[in-house]
């Protein structure tokens, strides 16, 4: 037995309906009638027609034709012929020598439209807060048709919870407001299937109220209407449809459940739904017209019950229970389906259905009931069951099953067909199957047979058979692989076999990588006319060819340039507003689709408040209202509130307030006399808005001032007057006309009346005749055209001041080191100081140098001591000189007279370094010293000391000596020296306070008497011509010599015209080279053997200071030299100059940078000793031996 299979079209087989019309089925008058029937079958069926179940016999109706090979009807009313002329109920038959099948009895309607009745209809009349119901009541069409109101200008009348349309059509009002007085309240019937809309005449409503109650609506109205009108009251809820307090409703299962409430009502009552003894069905529930009308869709036998409506308003509420119970036309259950049958075999056909009331079942058998249709022995009918056993050839037919009840009927065409037939595959032959991994692959099997074949599949060239939980067989063939891998690839057998015979057929599976978006686009905030870019980075199967499409909101993008579609993005230039939404990228290729979605918010500043409107104007007060502007996708966090006054500063706006962006209503306070206009300001995170439109002016009432000016001060300008000056009021300030200022001062402390003066809006009144700097009590006042300000506060000022009269007496000088003086001095009488008491200036200067008995040119210095300060320090004076200083007092006006000058000396200080230091003159054992007297002795010279030691050629520093050389000497010849030796020198100047900076110098004695000459070339000088030049030097050094001149060309590289590496002294001079590294390998490799130490001690006595070594101040370690400094010249002083001259030190020795800045300390004669902080040479050490172990930091420094 086969249920459910298609036969094939080249087997005999009874008929089956394949298309028909439905069963209610309303045509268009104006069109032809096309009644639907196809049916297949084997031989092709012939078909005939019922009409209102007798035969309709089509060839005796001349605008009746049947398509050929087929059961459709057309009927051809473009003759004149009415529709309406065909209505009835139509059946059509198909049948062949298998059986008949037959379609569901089709009712044809024609659709109507007719005209509205015409009728006089009276102007409605309502009070003010009455309801209103404005009755549509459209004509009966076929559908029924599509009801709203416009009015005369086609635009829809606005509808809210007071005002809305009913379920019936008719316009209801919860209450009336003026505003709805019109003449053209027209409601509107569309008939879709004409495509006509009917016009029902205007209806006209005006409202009235008991103060604006006219003649003409007097005369509409009897007496009692006229004084039985009240004024308007609030009225609790009542409702308008339905009427009573219950109902019922009829709904049959799936079709959508409408229940409305529509209340009366002043306030408008608002509606509120609930199901008693239950909840409303989630995901199926929904609210219509403002919450009056309740939406379920999809409706069950669950759903009946009872909803209750609630009508709610401050004063009351009123409900309505609707009872609603839910039929049921009758629907499937099980429906019955075709079966093929070998001859022998046993079936069933099963058709139950449920409905509600429940259906009956009938059967009907080539479309004759089953009671009186030829009997079949092979056959039995049981209920909703035909049972069949041991079936032939004959028992072939088709069979209908009815189920019917008073909501409806279905009916059910299935057939036995009885055959013997081999296995057939009906599937093609290597039909190729392509999968994506890791999804469902569906492998089809196609088959016919008779007795029904089994079938078996196998996988491979080996053909082993498929079982196993990871393979699923359907009854139709197919075979299922739930989750397919790579190695399902490959060949699939599918077999077929019955009791006839058996037949195969080979299909094969391909599984491909699934195509995944590796950079998914991402959600993007984008300010407006920025740009935008998302990303869509695939990834898919080589042999699958995709295709990218991106999408916004679920459409395609705009025809717009400035989107750019790129191979894995899309970039949107210029973005505007209307480019926010979801943008998505899809990719599919034949087997697969991905997709990937991100959003675009495009942000920007807000757009300006709209309609600002102020109430509650009172005399401080007012408040401000407004509607906020767009928001453009980014919160407005504030509004900025900016005020004009048109009466003093027209133009200019200013700041007033600003409150939260949730508010949008801000109480202002008001100053008196302002003509305010206001305008508000949006804030979001993007930026400010653009300002509102000005509000309306408000003019606020003339009032005393508030406030007094601020800032009052009193200061004389000159010795006998005082200056009074404040800060006027601005303009809104002034709280009304005539703004002017009281002036009012007396002197302090003295039993004198105030004396005030009335002055226009100015800032400054001066006072004259009055002593000089004497305090004055001081107040401003302002008033105007209505009166004074509050009593201002009193300040204290003063008249003006005049040159201090009394220099500061005894004056005392202590003269503390070489280079600082503290001075003392008596305080003068404050009254004498005639004004502000400042300070005291202390000027001073140098007499003359006491060691060059020279004058030079006088500059003053000047200190000044702020405050009533008695006493200062005098610091960088110059040592062992005399000074004169003396104090002056000053105030506000100036500088008092002086004091008489006082003279105080300084004393010895160290001198400076010797301003040169010069080595001339070498021989074998001897070299002359030149230097040059200290630039600031500081004191008397003494002596000089000179000390020298020898360094070898591995730095290493001989014995220490030293020479003391009077103080009159410049020059010294050193004998009885070691020949070609390299000697450091140390130098420095003393007076009796100690010794000065030192400098030093380095000096080789000759290797014989020939002292050889090195050549020289200096002086050279050029003259160029347009096509030669002249060029001359001078020239020092051994006879024979050859010359190289290097030219070029202005910015280029110089060209030199010999090789260098072919010249005689270059190869003399790289052979010593080679020779010495040679000689230094020679000798590091013999310390080495000797235990590895360095003469670390040795080391940094060759390259520093022959006393205590500093600290380098960059890292805080000793500064010794490195390894890879051995061959390096000594860091300071190794280099000489040219002409052996040493200038001095940069610095002078001072207390002030010593005396507080170092580690140092007085002896008890006063100098001072102590380190420079390694910025200064230090003396050399007595020798090169040390008494003391190396520093374990040098020795382990030495190595770095």
């Avoid at 960088?876 to 000074?883: D, F």
């Amino acid at each position: 037995m086969i249920s459910a299979l298609d036969v094939p079209l080249d087997l005999s087989q009874p008929p089956t309906i394949t298309q028909q019309s439905p069963k209610d089925y309303i045509v268009d008058p104006r069109e032809n009638i096309v009644i639907q029937c196809e049916a297949k079958g084997k031989p092709p069926p012939s078909f005939s027609w019922t009409r209102n179940g007798t035969h309709f016999d089509i060839d005796k109706d001349a605008q009746v034709t049947m398509k050929p090979n087929s059961g459709t009807l057309v009927v051809n009313i473009m003759n004149g012929v009415k529709a309406e002329a065909y209505e009835g109920v139509y059946q059509c038959t198909a049948r062949n020598e298998r059986g008949a099948a037959i379609s569901n009895n089709i009712v044809i309607r024609p659709s109507r439209s007719p005209l509205w009745t015409k009728e006089k209809l009276e102007p409605n009349h309502v009070r003010e807060g009455d309801s209103l119901v404005l009755n549509c009541r459209p004509p009966v069409g076929l559908p029924p048709p599509i009801i709203f109101w416009m009015d005369n200008a086609f635009q829809r009348l606005p509808q809210s919870e007071r005002v809305s349309q009913g379920l019936n059509g008719d316009l209801y009002f919860s209450n009336v407001q003026p505003e709805d007085t019109r003449e053209d309240y027209i409601c509107y019937a569309r008939f879709n299937h004409t495509q006509t809309i009917q016009q029902k005449q205007p209806i006209s409503v005006k409202v009235f109220s008991m103060d604006s109650l006219n003649d003409t609506i007097a005369a509409n109205l009897s007496d009692t209407d006229i004084y039985g009108a009240k004024p308007v009251t609030e009225r609790p809820p009542v409702l308008l449809t339905p009427t009573g307090s219950t109902s019922n409703k009829v709904e049959l299962r799936g079709n959508v459940l409408l229940l409305e409430c529509i209340a009366a009502g002043l306030p408008t009552p608002v509606i509120r739904w609930i199901k008693e003894g239950g909840e409303l069905p989630a995901n199926r529930t929904f609210f219509e017209n403002f919450k009056k009308t309740l939406k379920i869709i999809d409706v069950s036998e669950a759903d009946s019950g009872n909803y209750k409506c609630i009508a709610r308003n401050i004063l009351g509420s009123t409900h309505h229970v609707i009872s609603v119970t839910v039929k049921a036309s009758p629907y499937w259950i099980t429906a019955p389906r075709n079966l093929v049958l070998s001859p022998g075999e046993d079936g069933t056909l099963i058709c139950r259905a449920n409905g509600n009331p429940k259906p009956s079942i009938s059967w009907l058998t080539n479309g004759v009931p089953i009671a009186i249709a030829p009997e079949d022995p092979s056959r039995k009918v049981d209920g909703d069951t035909i049972i069949f056993s041991a079936v032939q050839e004959r028992s072939s037919a088709v069979y209908q099953c009815n189920a019917s009840n008073e909501y409806g009927y279905l009916l059910a065409n299935a057939f036995v067909n009885v055959l013997a037939e081999p296995p057939r595959i009906l599937t093609p032959a290597n039909k190729l199957y392509q999968v994506i991994a890791d999804s469902p692959a569906l492998i089809d099997c196609a088959y016919f047979g008779s007795p029904k074949p089994e079938i078996e599949w196998f996988k491979g060239v080996k053909r082993s058979i498929l079982r196993g939980n990871e393979y699923v067989f359907h009854d139709n063939g197919t075979l299922e692989i739930p989750v397919a891998q790579k190695d399902s690839t490959g060949t699939y057998t599918c077999v077929a076999r019955n009791k006839l015979g058996k037949t195969q057929n080979e299909v094969q599976l391909e599984v491909k990588d699934p195509t995944m978006i590796i950079k998914q686009p991402e959600y993007k905030v984008i300010q407006r006319s920025a740009q935008a870019s998302f990303e869509c980075v695939i990834k898919h199967d080589p042999t699958l060819l995709p295709t990218v499409i991106w999408l916004k909101d679920n459409n395609e993008l705009p025809d717009d340039e400035r989107f750019l579609v790129g191979k894995d993005n899309l970039t949107i230039m210029n973005v505007t507003d209307k480019d926010d939404g979801t943008y998505t990228c899809i990719v599919n290729t034949t087997l697969d689709s991905v997709s990937a979605s991100a959003v675009l918010t495009v942000v920007a500043r807000p757009n300006p408040p709209l309609d600002l409107e102020l109430t509650g104007q009172l005399e401080r007060s007012i408040e401000l209202s407004w509607v906020p502007g767009e928001e453009n996708n980014s919160p407005i966090t504030n509004f900025v509130i900016e005020y004009e006054d048109g009466l003093h500063e027209p133009g200019v706006w200013h700041y007033q307030t600003e409150v939260p962006g949730s508010q949008t209503t801000v109480q202002l306070k008001l100053s008196p006399y302002v003509n305010y206009s206001f305008r508000v300001i949006a804030v979001n995170e993007i930026g400010r808005s653009q300002p509102s439109e000005p509000s309306e002016q408000y003019l606020t009432k003339s009032a005393n001032p508030d406030e007094n000016p601020s800032n009052v001060q009193g200061i004389g300008s000159e010795p006998d007057n005082l200056v009074i000056t404040w800060e006027s009021l601005k303009g809104f300030q002034s709280n009304g006309p005539g703004l002017q200022y009281k002036v009012s001062w007396r002197q302090k402390d003295v039993d004198d009346e105030w004396t005030s003066v009335v002055v226009a809006n100015v800032s400054k009144y001066i006072v004259s005749g009055t002593p000089t700097f004497v305090p004055y009590e001081i107040k401003v006042q302002a008033l105007n055209d209505l009166g004074y300000a509050p009593e201002p506060s009193e300040v204290i000022g003063h008249s003006g001041e005049d040159l201090p009269m009394v220099a500061p007496g005894n004056v005392q000088v202590h003269v503390i080191n070489s280079t600082l003086a503290k001075v003392h001095w008596d305080p003068v009488p404050l009254k004498s100081v005639r004004g502000h008491l400042q300070g005291y200036k202390v000027y001073y200067w140098k007499v003359q140098s006491l060691s060059r008995r020279s004058k030079r040119h006088v500059e003053k210095k000047i200190l000044t001591f702020r405050g009533n300060k008695t006493f200062g320090m005098l610091p960088g004076l110059e040592p062992y000189s005399s000074y004169k200083l003396n104090v002056r007092v000053v105030n506000g006006k100036g500088e008092g007279p002086a004091s008489p000058d006082k003279m105080f000396k300084t004393p010895e200080g160290v001198p400076s370094s010797p301003s040169f230091l010069k080595i001339t003159n070498p021989t074998l054992d001897s070299l002359t010293l030149e230097w040059g007297s200290p630039t600031h002795p500081n004191g008397v010279l003494t002596s000089y000391i000179l000390k020298f030691q020898p360094i070898n050629n591995t730095h290493e520093l001989g014995p220490l000596v030293e020479i003391r050389i009077p103080a009159n000497e410049s020059s010294l010849i050193l004998k009885n020296l070691n020949y070609s030796t390299r000697y450091k020198f140390y130098f420095n100047a003393q007076t009796s306070v100690g010794s000065g900076s030192q400098i030093t110098e380095e000096a080789v004695t000759i290797m014989d008497e020939v002292q050889p000459l090195y050549p020289r070339i200096r002086n050279v000088t050029t003259a160029a011509a347009e096509t030669y030049a002249n060029i001359s030097w001078e020239y020092e050094g051994p006879d024979h010599a050859n010359f190289y001149v290097e030219y070029g060309v202005a910015g280029t590289m110089a060209s030199r015209q010999v090789d260098i590496a072919t010249q005689g002294w270059f190869i003399g001079l790289m052979c010593a080279v080679a020779l010495l590294i040679l000689i230094l390998l020679i000798v590091c490799f013999i310390r080495r053997n000797k235990g590895g130490k360095y003469p670390v001690k040795e080391k940094e006595d060759a390259h520093a200071d022959p006393e205590i070594q500093p600290m380098k101040e960059d890292d805080g370690t000793f500064g010794e030299y490195s390894d890879a400094e051995d061959h390096k010249p000594l860091k300071k002083g190794s280099r000489t100059p040219s002409d052996r001259t040493v200038k001095k030190e940069d610095s002078d020795d001072s207390l002030v940078d010593y005396g507080e800045g170092v580690n140092g300390q007085f002896n008890e004669d006063g100098s001072f000793i102590g380190q420079y902080s390694g910025k200064k040479e230090k003396e050399p050490a007595e020798g090169n031996e040390s008494s003391e172990a190396p520093s374990p930091v040098n020795a382990m420094n030495s190595f770095v």
